[in-house]
């Protein structure tokens, strides 16, 4: 088995999708301008608690109020001095890279060069037809459009031909970031295929690991940190994050008693859409336990669990907490924060 192991300082974050307030006509639209603001709140106080990044996912659903995160993410720029703004992620299959690049470009510039994408396919298809695209081409549209992206991220002026999409011949593209090169994630799921895909591109990898084992994982890992190796990239340069469903609160009890509730609600909803049974208070305890992925407890389990599956995985360099999928108050939200960034940070990075 490939052995990895190296240690270094991890980063702490938060990915949010923006959850929206229940409600109707007017008194939803009132809900969702006061959630954004509440988020807006969160990220800055993400900072001010000492956590390192924050993403904002992409979704088209009357669930969420991401579904332009690249301004989301320039209002949270103008209000921030030091945390990375990142999307959590950019469902690249449904979106002209172009454009893409140029509202994280412009992200960049007003960041003072924080930004960072994470793209992938995303785990919701309602993309595909809001703008005209045919689900039959999912995987071909990611690979071509990803193809785009990285050409345009390394290179100022741009010839490339593909077949979704018009040719660009020495066509210059601006902005450009602060950062060059700005960083680009591939967030990924079990897909053997796409993690071979980012070692062998040398891109740093953002796994979503929302149930199940996180040590399952380390062959895909493994198989991602080889095909970096084989295509001459470093190990340094192939970065492992980790995005899991997580909830911190000052006594076991009282995560699960906040947690739970909600996740079993929306996960139930969720799982009916797609065929899976519901949630059971069983199942929920499976996943917070020692081998499972979910990040829930007090300051010390969690950072206790984050280490063992940094460990089982060969080191990761971030991890994300994905919190706001149980219904959560915004205090309730601040209050986790402060404890991801005021104690479990430091439980992790030893200080």
């Known amino acids: 088995m490939y052995i990895h192991l190296m240690r270094w300082l991890m980063e702490i974050g938060i990915d949010s999708f923006a959850a929206a307030a229940i409600g109707e006509g007017k008194d939803k639209n009132r809900k969702s301008a006061r959630a954004l603001e509440e988020l807006l709140d969160r990220i800055v106080w993400a900072e001010e608690v000492g956590l390192d990044v924050f993403g904002i996912g992409e979704h088209h659903r009357r669930e969420f109020l991401d579904s332009a995160p690249s301004i989301i993410l320039a209002a949270a720029a103008a209000r921030t001095k030091r945390i990375r703004l990142t999307s959590a992620v950019t469902v690249l299959s449904a979106i002209d890279p172009v454009r893409a690049f140029q509202s994280f470009a412009t992200l960049d510039l007003i960041s003072k060069g924080r930004?960072?994408?994470?793209?992938?396919?995303?785990?919701?298809?309602?993309?595909?037809?809001?703008?005209?695209?045919?689900?039959?081409?999912?995987?071909?549209?990611?690979?071509?459009?990803?193809?785009?992206?990285?050409?345009?991220?390394?290179?100022?002026?741009?010839?490339?031909?593909?077949?979704?999409?018009?040719?660009?011949?020495?066509?210059?593209?601006?902005?450009?970031?602060?950062?060059?090169?700005?960083?680009?994630?591939?967030?990924?799921?079990?897909t053997p295929g796409s993690f071979a895909r980012a070692g062998a591109l040398g891109l740093p990898l953002m796994v979503a690991?929302?149930?199940?084992?996180?040590?399952?994982?380390?062959?895909?890992?493994?198989l991602y940190r080889e095909a970096g190796l084989r295509a001459g990239h470093t190990l340094d340069k192939l970065k492992v994050g980790l995005h899991s469903l997580g909830y911190v609160a000052t006594t076991e009890k009282k995560a699960v008693e906040d947690y739970y509730p909600?996740?079993?609600?929306?996960?139930?909803?969720?799982?009916?859409?797609?065929?899976?049974?519901?949630?059971?208070?069983?199942?929920?305890?499976?996943?917070?336990?020692?081998?499972?992925?979910?990040l829930i407890g007090t300051p010390e389990q969690v950072a206790e669990k984050i280490l063992r599956h940094s460990e089982s995985l060969g080191g990761i360099s971030r991890l994300t907490f994905q919190l706001d999928n149980a219904n959560l108050t915004h205090e309730q939200l601040k209050e986790t924060m402060e404890l991801i960034g005021k104690e479990v940070r430091p439980l992790v990075n030893g200080g």
Request: aromatic letters at 14%; glycine letters at 12%; zero cysteines.
């Open 115 to 190: 930004a960072e994408m994470v793209v992938g396919r995303g785990s919701f298809t309602e993309a595909f037809p809001l703008f005209g695209l045919d689900l039959r081409n999912y995987d071909a549209l990611f690979s071509e459009n990803l193809d785009l992206l990285l050409e345009i991220q390394q290179n100022e002026f741009v010839t490339w031909s593909g077949k979704f999409r018009a040719p660009l011949q020495n066509q210059a593209i601006y902005p450009r970031p602060l950062q060059e090169p700005m960083p680009i994630w591939l967030g990924v799921g079990g």
């Open 209 to 222: 690991v929302i149930g199940g084992e996180t040590h399952r994982f380390r062959p895909l890992v493994d």
């Open 262 to 294: 909600g996740y079993a609600e929306n996960f139930t909803r969720i799982g009916k859409e797609r065929g899976w049974p519901p949630v059971t208070k069983g199942h929920f305890d499976a996943q917070r336990g020692a081998r499972g992925a979910y």
